[in-house]
């Protein structure tokens, strides 16, 4: 599904990828670790296509199509999903409008006949109380004066609605409690398809207690360090990511 | 002078005899003002003497004052020497009905999407079309006479109802009370006369759509709107224009009277040709609105959207009389590549428990300027009177600049006055996580843009808050990146 290689990727001018290389099949769970400044989140935002990211080398392919060529909305008509680390406010911007027009945009892109309003409604309903989020939220604007918690949940509702071929979660953990945590991982858990693939990028292995990756990959120094199965989530657990890093140096 | 009394007389006895031509021809004058021009305009209107005098005294004021300075606007100096004062289109007299009108000036306002047809029956709005400056069709006058509401042009308020606009014009704005007022007072065209008897709910929504169309010729609108005891209104007010060369001056005074329990609520969506990327050939817009809230719980409320013009030089104030009156504005004004505003509004709270609310939202994008200048004034008299203003401003890219200038004067210590302001941008993030989500850069601007400027647009009419923010969508378009 998607194939990067030897991805590189300057921000004003400082290398910080320098040569991922990462293939994700349908139906697998990747989790992507590494200690702050690794490039975890850089990765996220290049395959999603913000601007600032200038990419330098190598190529990626998602869904047999050039990625990088694809403007970001294309990306996301295409299925692609990126969860935030930050969800962005939108003061004014009814919730449901939001989502509705969201839906709708990538429906058309995809030759699909927009959903009505009584379908949309009984289906974010469903959806709203499958990631436990309160229906008052619904008519609230986008994310504005949400808790944490709350803005992570709607997150996780929006990739729920638009039913993403790849999902990228950026540190969708951070910031949480432990419940919030668990409902969050049980929205993502939700998600897993033999259609879909996700791509979890944590600073912390807790998450993986709730989400059962596939494969496991340690990102430091802009490059992919060491990969392997969850078992390896439970050895960095117990010893950090130095000894890996060492190693790689070596 | 420049022209002879009796030569202007003589032309424009002549050019009446030309009758009915198309395409269109306008009567126009020459450019110029002074007094001759003023005797003309009234004569072409068939004015009684009274009227005339009223328009020299004005015209006599306005040379005695100077241009005001004080806002924020820059423009070349107007040259009032160089402005035609008086066009209308040609036919003599004033149509009855729409087969009477023009089928040319039909099909102008059909491209303008400006619906005087059935349709407009079905949903109920009465338009008093103002086409350059003399009314050229009003329809829905019989139901409107039936609840005993009187809508005209006012040319034809002059004429018919004499009493009634010398008892109410130049009342709630003097002609000594501006720069611009004055010169309005002084040439003014034409416009709209309003009257809503005692305890009468207007039966629909009244509206009148202006338009700018002969090359240099000022646009003087004047209008009057009088809610009698109990009787409620709310009337709409449309513009466009074409494209354009030179600047044109725009000087409109609309004056409201609401007396006791009276209501009246007026909305006006503002989209003038706002002159080229370098600013050339906009409109300058420099309106005084005001409304008198006479009576003891009386009610006035300005909605206004603003996208057009060069320069907007406008305060709809409300002069709040009566006890337990109530004066709101909202407003949402637009500037973009080289244009200019500066608006806001005026609450003279001088009775009892007077309440007020301001919402404003000024959106600046390119080398756009906006300024918010409100003043909220408590007199001595004010017991307990309370004022609420809402100053938000929204930047798009780095190029503009938006201004407040709030003046806030309390002689009353028991009024209560709130000033609440903020300025956001529009962000990069912001617009990358709606892309992210599957919209377009332009969907996701439009949508956080009539987010912002919600609160406004829901106290518009339901056919003109749509209007409006497709408006706001369009004019903004390539505003962004």
């Known amino acids: 599904m998607l194939r990067i290689r030897d991805l590189r990727t300057s921000v004003e001018g400082k290398e910080i990828l320098k040569g991922i290389d990462l293939e994700v099949k349908a139906g697998e769970v990747h989790a992507v670790m590494g200690p702050n400044g690794s490039g975890k989140s850089t990765l996220a935002h290049v395959l999603a296509g913000r601007d600032g990211y200038q990419v330098t080398g190598g190529d990626v392919e ?15 008509h295409k299925g692609l999903f990126l969860a935030m680390q930050y969800p962005v406010e939108l003061p004014g911007v009814n919730n449901l409008t939001f989502l509705r027009e969201s839906l709708n945009a990538v ?30 939220l619904l008519k609230r604007s986008v994310n504005a004066g949400f808790s944490g918690g709350e803005k992570k949940r709607n997150e996780i509702l929006q990739m729920a609605m638009l039913e993403p071929r790849l999902a990228i979660l950026d540190e969708t953990d951070s910031g949480l409690d432990i419940d919030a945590l668990r409902t969050v991982a049980d929205g993502v858990n939700m998600m897993r398809s033999p259609e879909r693939a996700l791509i979890v990028v944590t600073h912390y292995q807790r998450l993986l207690e709730y989400i059962e990756p596939d494969h496991l990959h340690v990102l430091a120094g802009g490059r992919i360090v060491h990969s392997g199965g969850k078992e390896l989530a439970f050895e960095l657990e117990e010893r950090g990511y130095g000894w ?7 | ?112 999407g400006i619906p005087i047809d059935e349709q407009k029956a079905l949903a109920g709005v009465a338009v008093d079309a103002v086409f350059d400056s003399v009314s050229v ?30 008892q109410y014009l130049g009342k709630v704005v003097p002609h000594k009370d501006n720069y611009f007022a004055a010169l309005n007072s002084a040439v003014f065209s034409d416009g709209t006369f309003v009257y809503i008897p005692r305890g009468v709910r207007c039966p629909m929504e009244l509206s009148t759509y202006f338009r700018i169309n002969e090359a240099k010729t000022g646009q003087f609108e004047r209008t009057l709107i009088v809610a009698e005891a109990g009787s409620h209104v709310s009337y709409l007010e449309g513009c466009t224009a074409p494209m354009r060369d030179e600047n044109q001056l725009h000087a409109a005074v609309v004056e409201l009277v609401a007396l006791e329990d009276a209501r009246i609520k007026y909305s006006t969506v503002q989209n003038w040709y706002p002159g080229d990327a370098q600013g050339r050939g906009g409109i300058y817009n420099f309106v005084t609105k005001r409304g008198d809230c006479r009576g003891d719980r009386s009610h006035i409320s300005w909605t206004q959207v603003e996208t057009g013009s060069a320069i907007t030089w406008k305060y709809p104030s409300c002069i709040l009389r009566g006890k337990d009156s109530v004066g709101e504005f909202y407003s949402v004004a637009v500037t973009k590549g080289r244009q200019q505003a500066d608006t806001g509004t005026k609450m ?13 939202k000024g959106i600046s994008a390119m080398q756009g300027s906006n300024a918010y200048r409100g003043l909220v004034r408590m007199t001595t008299g004010a017991e307990n009177a309370r004022n609420h203003t809402q100053c938000d401003s929204l930047l798009i890219g780095d190029r503009c600049s938006a201004h407040t200038y709030p003046y806030i004067e309390v002689k009353n210590p028991t009024a209560t006055v709130e000033h ?49 923010q497709k408006l706001l969508a369009v004019s903004l378009e390539g505003a962004v990146g």
């Not at chain 2, 409107?144 to 010398?166: H, K, N, Q």
Request: aromatic letters at 8%; charged letters at 30%; a negative charge.
């Open chain 2, 348 to 360: 003279i709270h001088i009775g009892e428990n007077t309440r007020s609310t301001i919402v404003s």
């Open chain 1, 244 to 250: 890996l890093l060492e190693e790689n140096a070596a």
């Open chain 2, 420 to 468: 609440e302001a903020t300025t956001s941008k529009v962000g990069e993030d912001q617009l990358f996580y709606c892309r992210q989500r599957g919209l377009s850069e332009e969907d996701a601007v439009s949508m956080i843009i009539n987010g912002f400027c919600k609160e406004v647009f829901k106290e518009l009419p339901m056919e003109f808050a749509v209007e409006a």
């Open chain 2, 1 to 112: 002078m420049s022209v002879p009394e009796q030569q202007m007389d003589e032309l424009v006895r002549s050019e009446y005899k030309q009758g009915f031509i198309t395409p269109i021809e306008s009567d126009t004058l020459p450019p110029g003002l002074d007094e001759g021009v003023i005797r003309a305009i009234s004569e072409k209107k068939g004015e009684p003497e009274w009227m005339l005098e009223k328009r020299l005294v004005a015209y006599r004021h306005w040379l005695t004052m100077p241009e005001p300075q004080w806002s924020s606007l820059h423009h070349p100096p107007i040259d009032f020497q160089s402005i035609s004062y008086f066009s209308s289109p040609r036919p003599k007299d004033g149509p009855k009905n729409l087969d009477e009108v023009d089928p040319e000036l039909l099909e102008t306002y059909e491209k303008l």
């Open chain 1, 107 to 136: 429906r058309r892109a995809r030759g699909e006949e927009e959903m009505d309003a009584v379908g949309f409604m009984k289906l974010v309903r469903r959806k709203a109380d499958e990631v436990k989020l309160d229906h008052k």
């Open chain 2, 137 to 166: 069709a009003t329809t829905f006058r019989k139901p409107l006479a039936e609840a005993g509401v009187l809508f005209c042009s006012m040319s034809e308020a002059i004429r018919e109802y004499p009493d009634l606009v010398r």
């Open chain 1, 62 to 76: 998602f869904l047999g199509q050039d990625l990088l060529d694809l403007e970001v909305e294309e990306r996301a």
